[in-house]
Structure formats: C-alpha cells, structure tokens
Nanobody
C-alpha cells in the first residue's frame, strides 16, 4: 500500500513563503504523477500543481509565478511564495501510479493559513 506523508504547513503572514513536502512510500515502481490539491471550507477541491515522471507540469492559474512544484524521486515539494489570504486551505498531496489508474493516493492533508 502506498502511503503519502506530508509536512510543512502552518501559519504565515501575507507575502510570506512556505514549502510543503510529501514523501511517498510502499511502492517499488515509479509514480506517474505527483501533485498538490487544496480545499477551503465550503469550496471544491482544486488542483494546485502537478508534475509527471516526464517532468511535465501544470499549475492553477492563480498560483502561476508564485508557486513552484518539484520532485525528487518519490518526494514532491511545493514552494509557495507571495502567499495571499485566499491561499488559505487544507493542502493535499496526490499520487497516481499509472496514467490510466482508476484510483489515486492521497495524503492526510496539511493546513496552510495566510493571515496577518
């Protein structure tokens, strides 16, 4: 069973920075894609950033230029700069083992709060 362990969430002031980390374990094979989603209270979960094994990336429009996703084997990072209050949400790590996998793996979520 694949497990995702997240770290790095917390409270930060507007304009500040935070780096999230997520380490995957429990699989001997490679992971096709790893990424980050977020969900604020009363809102739908949305894709923030994703990176495939071929280093293809995609970002939510509102975070482009501020957030950067990177991978180191089975660990994915999200560097978040110039944080805004609207970035406040629970951030979830996501992993998909294969392109056509029916189910994804999810981390437990880590709270990011941007407030003065």
């Amino acid at each position: 069973q694949v497990q995702l362990v997240e770290s790095g969430g917390g409270l930060v002031q507007p304009g500040g920075s935070l780096r999230l980390s997520c380490a995957a374990s429990g699989t001997a094979s490679g992971i096709y894609a790893m990424g980050w989603y977020r969900q604020a209270p009363g809102k739908q979960r949305e894709l923030v950033a994703i990176m495939t094994s071929g280093d293809w990336t995609n970002y939510l429009d509102s975070v482009k230029g501020r957030f950067t996703i990177s991978r180191d084997e089975n660990t994915v990072y999200l560097q978040m700069n110039s944080l805004k209050p609207e970035d406040t949400a629970v951030y979830y790590c996501n992993a998909r083992l294969e392109v056509h996998a029916r189910n994804d793996y999810w981390g437990q979520g880590t709270q990011v709060t941007v407030s003065s």
